[in-house]
């Protein structure tokens, strides 16, 4: 996913957050080599809190 961030070919990232509390974690784009603006263009909650974000380019 981080070459086609950095190579500019991503049009649409969706991320679903899930509310379960894990302590820690793991960056989804750690070493990514140039920050990328988002603006969010869709977004959906589901039963149980769950969440699904959808985001472009700006």
């Not at 990232?13 to 750690?30: D, K, M, R």
């Amino acid at each position: 996913m981080r070459a086609f961030l950095a190579a500019g070919l991503v049009d649409e990232l969706t991320l679903t957050v899930i509310p379960v509390l894990l302590g820690a974690g793991v960056p989804l784009f750690a070493g990514a080599s140039r920050r990328t603006s988002l603006r969010l263009v869709r977004e959906r909650a589901y039963a149980g809190g769950l969440v699904k974000l959808t985001y472009a380019p700006a």
